[in-house]
């Protein structure tokens, strides 16, 4: 199987595309009538430094990248069995998956980029070396109350937004050891509580829109988990508040079985968080355990009836997860239907993730793992 990933913001580079705006001259007359400006001077010359400014990232990426699909189509004309994207490269995903046409996608790109620049009195840094856990039990203790953890990259990077104050103030408590601490050049908190103004702009303008149903599965960036036929309006607009799930998506897409990853615009950013996610995450195994026994479902081990199991088949994900927490403490052993990792043991009680999610986080994993997919061992 396969997966086009498409990259966001910060995988501009002053000429980026090349060849691609005559190769597609058509659609680059199109995009400069939209965006009342030359795409093409913005990307190969920048002569006027915009290219670094959000309202013109944003833009400038969705093109290229959206070139870069059209351009791998028609070289290879088969296309991906699923599709995601980091942020604003989700647009790409959806545009792939025949969502909406590549102007459309534009003039969505075009409003969010213009709406995100707006937001000031905010800033964001890159957490490298710790876990998610850590990072929030250090915000808490430091009382950094109005900083969120807005992009999960890897495991072990972390990108954390919020009030700028509090973002200057946590270098000297997070920057030392093993730890690093590296702001970064952005102009506001993104994918944070801050940009709460900007969700509720975005989400009045995408009423004038109306979105196909996805052709190919997307991932989103908000749940790490494929879109559904209707909530393409909800999840870009949650998007802008709501963290990135990008290792979330790529262990979703991994437990999947055999998966490579295909980057699909400028740049190799999203193709090295792969290889990071795949290095600290243990490999599914279920397409091996299928080649040696059948489709595996857990449940038929000689053993008769598993108890945790079968008992859930019916039930909603909070009925899930309130039975587990009554049944199962924290620091319970567990197997798992797709890893083959040992010593596997729940960190925290179960909890319903994106509302429809049950899930429990596993101490070494550093992930959730479904309820549906685990055997606790007793």
Request: glycine content about 8%; aromatic content about 10%; hydrophobic content about 35%.
């Amino acid at each position: 199987m396969k997966t086009f990933i498409f990259p966001g913001q910060g995988s501009q580079e002053r000429g980026m595309g090349g060849t691609l705006f005559d190769d597609f001259s058509t659609l680059t007359q199109k995009a400069d009538e939209i965006l009342g400006y030359s795409i093409k001077e913005l990307c190969l010359e920048d002569t006027n430094r915009q290219l670094s400014r959000t309202e013109f990232t944003q833009p400038a990426i969705y093109v290229v990248s959206a070139y870069c699909y059209y351009n791998r189509l028609r070289d290879q004309s088969q296309k991906p069995d699923f599709v995601a994207g980091h942020s604003l490269g989700e647009f790409n995903a959806l545009l792939a998956a025949e969502c909406f046409d590549f102007e459309t996608g534009l003039k969505l790109v075009k409003k969010r980029g213009e709406l995100m620049s707006q937001a000031s009195g905010g800033g964001m840094a890159a957490i490298l070396g710790s876990n998610k856990e850590d990072i929030q039990r250090i915000l808490e203790e430091n009382g950094l109350s109005d900083i969120d953890l807005a992009n999960y990259n890897t495991p072990s990077q972390i990108v954390v937004s919020g009030a700028k104050a509090q973002i200057d103030q946590a270098f000297e408590i997070f920057n030392g050891g093993e730890i690093k601490y590296i702001p970064l050049n952005t102009s506001g908190a993104f994918h944070s509580r801050l940009m709460q103004a900007s969700k509720a702009a975005f989400e009045h303008y995408l009423n004038q829109f109306e979105f196909s149903s996805p052709q190919i599965p997307v991932i989103s960036n908000v749940t790490a988990m494929p879109y559904g036929n209707d909530t393409i309006k909800a999840n870009i607009a949650e998007q802008i508040i709501s963290p990135v799930r990008w290792c979330e998506s790529i262990q979703y897409l991994m437990a999947k079985g055999e998966m490579s990853f295909e980057e699909i615009g400028h740049g190799e950013i999203l193709s090295k968080l792969v290889v990071s996610i795949r290095e600290q995450t243990p490999l599914p195994v279920q397409a091996e355990k299928d080649k040696q026994t059948g489709p595996a479902t857990t449940r038929d081990e000689g053993h008769g009836k598993i108890p945790w199991l079968d008992d859930i088949q019916s039930l909603t994900a909070e009925e899930k997860v309130s039975l587990w927490n009554r049944q199962y403490p924290v620091g319970t052993r567990i197997k798992s239907s797709f890893s083959d990792q040992d010593n596997l043991e729940t960190r925290t009680e179960a909890v319903v993730l994106f509302g429809h999610r049950s899930a429990v986080y596993m101490k070494g994993f550093n992930g959730y793992f479904d309820l549906d997919e685990v055997i606790p061992l007793l």
